[in-house]
């Protein structure tokens, strides 16, 4: 299910670097919403783009993936957040 | 203020491609929980990550910079999630 999920993502990271349409943007606000659905927390969101840059694009300096250890670790204190949120909507059903 | 903090994460950043500590990586999930408390969105944050980039290495592909505008949008949906948490919050005091 999350192997489909972050395969998903390459393709529409793909298509989208390929052609830079305004509907595959679009296209990636949508699949983010059912992203929340499946209750996919923003670090592991990161860690689908740097799986799909990884495989998709040739010389990715060390440095930019090097940095996105760094960037999956700051998501973590927005998912915190995020998880608490679920929490709370639950508690209120 | 946004620059100070703009200023900050890509100093923090840059420093942990430098020397790729741990303490380094805690420090960056501190200064999430202060953004958080700030209020700053996910995609804002990743829009400090790549101007940090930017500033920071040299040679980033254009297309790793192209991947970001989808990231953030992907982010954006995120960012709402998270607002409606801080208004969830907000009604119930």
Redesign the interface.
């Known amino acids: 299910m999350k192997e489909k999920l972050r395969q998903e993502y390459a393709e529409?990271?793909t298509s989208?670097?390929r052609e830079?349409r305004e509907d595959?943007?679009y296209a990636?606000?949508q699949?983010?919403?059912w992203?929340?659905e499946q209750k996919i927390p923003?670090e592991e969101?990161?860690s689908y783009?740097v799986a799909?840059?990884k495989e998709e694009?040739e010389?990715?300096?060390q440095?930019?993936l090097?940095?996105f250890?760094?960037?999956i670790?700051?998501?973590?204190?927005?998912g915190i957040?995020?998880r608490?949120?679920e929490n709370?909507?639950h508690r209120q059903k």
Chains 1, 2 share one sequence.
């Open positions: 529409l990271l989208y670097l830079k595959q943007l990636a606000q699949m983010s919403k992203m929340l923003p969101m990161v783009h799909a840059m694009l010389n990715v300096p440095a930019v090097d940095s250890d760094f960037l670790e700051m998501m973590i204190g927005y957040a995020y608490e949120h709370l909507l």
